[in-house]
């Protein structure tokens, strides 16, 4: 029998009672599935009851074959090397043994002589530079991802479960787990924002309110099949607006001329000349026809209210969020930035930057970009003022935001609301509510507490305090795509796009930085020595 995960009437629901999906059902085969949705949709939390780290609510998933999974990030202790992500310590430790001649004669029968070769290369199937022996503490995050994939890949299981593989990594890296997927010919299920991992995909799967839908193709064919369906329900939606209308329309002209004509016969009564007999009889045909009328009115009204509520959901669910941002006003000749001859780090004698160079001047955008490790984050931490330069200047010349990946603008304590009135005292709270509702705050969810969001609605609500009423002259954003959902990412390139302030944008998402019409970029390399 073929490998193949099978869910069926599936429920989950977070511990204070939000719905995240209710009776799923979805089979995957072996096949490189891409899983997207919106961010609080259940995407993780499905690969972790997949995965069997959490037990259904309700329904069940049922697998045949084995499973491979990575989590978003990967969880150190002391000690611990790259053998240990692979299970090959002990392993490797006869081998070592068997070399030193001190083995027993079991270990020896028994040694699998090959598994330094093999781990060697699974490393190097994701461009790892390291050996099993290379200690987990000294590799960077993106790092370790690599090398946690490479064990997974090492397993050989029937289902590799990928939660955000990207993440974290740089171009080459990305470019390792798109160029491992691509040839990975067993069954996968990838929940990922990467678009160009997306298009090596044999199907995507939605997650949404309303279930999970798939979609056989890669990530463009994808997109275009959801442009169909939401014109198709815009369509729907003003038919039954429309409908709705008629019926509102056809049920007064029922009622004035029911009105009319019992009026018509009360008078014909009151001047004589009918048996009272007569006059109950045609009271009573009127009242039952008037009757009638208003239950096959109230049942047409209530069927096109139903039509037009499942209409604008699927709307809902398919519309992303809009980012709608005022004009600055930067002039062309302003300067915005200027680092000048600067070399800095965090330990003496082992400066990360050294001698760099770089000027914005107006509405300039420009890319960092450079391996794990090049200094990207030294150079936020120095812009925004948190690190000094040993030597050299940097002079930030206009208002600036700046939202770093843990969004630290925004006061954990306070709620998404009252961070916006905080950082825009002068936008009433009209102002506040329409601006939160573009990135799909609305009502309750805007005093939701910033502690309680996740890193994809951390960065909506950053991204929305700051942009929503005056917009500062200058932006910064340190790998904005993370966490974001693939709708987001879209919304939020397009409100980029039109932003007429300057832009400096620190991000290995090659797709993101085109769509934003980056026109210049700085390269770094990491320190050599």
Known sequence: MSATIVISDLSWSTPDGRSLFSKLDLRVGAERAGLVGRNGTGKSTLLKIIAGDLPPQSGTVSVSGSLGLLRQSVQVMRHETVADLFGARDGLAVLHRAEAGIASAEEVATADWTLDKRIAGALARVGLDADARTPLASLSGGQRTRAALAALVFAEPDFLLLDEPTNNLDRDGRRAVRDLIASWRAGAIVVSHDRELLEAMDVIVELTSLGAARYGGSWSQYRARKALELAAAQHDATDAERRLAEIARSAQATAERQARKDGAGRRKGAKGGMPRIVLGALKGKSEATSGGQVRLAECRHAQALEAAAGARERIEVLQPLSVAIPPTGLPATRAVLEIDEVTAGYEPGRPVLRKLSVAIVGPERLAISGPNGAGKTTLLALIGGELRPWEGTVRLLVDHAMLDQRVSLLDPAGSIRDNFRRINPRADENACRAALALSMFR???????????????????????????????????????????????????????????????VSHDEAFLENIGVSRRLALSPPSG
């Open 443 to 505: 009502a309750e969810a805007a005093l939701q507490p910033v502690s309680t969001l996740s890193g994809g609605q951390l960065l909506r609500a950053g991204l929305a305090c700051v942009l929503g009423v005056a917009p500062p002259s200058c932006l910064i954003l340190d790998e904005p795509t993370n966490h974001l959902d693939l709708d987001s990412i879209e919304a939020v390139e397009a409100g980029l796009r039109a932003y007429d302030g300057a832009l400096l944008v």
